[in-house]
């Protein structure tokens, strides 16, 4: 096999394997009791309003950083999504 053709299939199935980002929108403190009398309709308040700055997390690291925002065109109106403000840099040590 050719050498400089190698590493380029190996970047390509790599990066063609998916992941998950979770987006952390807040967080709620709840005590012990009134956890247990939540039910269907009960409002949990976060410590976050929703124009505040979200966090992105691929598994305990932190990716990055958006604000909320809803779609408003295409096939995905209505979908809630996350423009992004602020990217690691994961090409650099460290990043």
Request: charged share 25%.
């Amino acid at each position: 096999m050719n050498q400089t053709t190698e590493p380029y299939k190996a970047d390509a199935a790599f990066t063609n394997v998916p992941i998950e980002i979770m987006v952390s929108v807040g967080r709620a403190r709840p005590l012990v009791r009134d956890l247990l009398q939540l039910e269907e309709g009960s409002v949990l308040l976060l410590d976050k309003r929703v124009e505040d700055v979200v966090e992105l997390y691929v598994g305990d690291r932190l990716i990055g950083m958006g604000v909320l925002e809803i779609a408003d065109t295409g096939e995905q109106h209505g979908q809630l999504s996350v423009r992004l403000i602020d990217v690691n840099d994961f090409g650099k040590p460290g990043g």
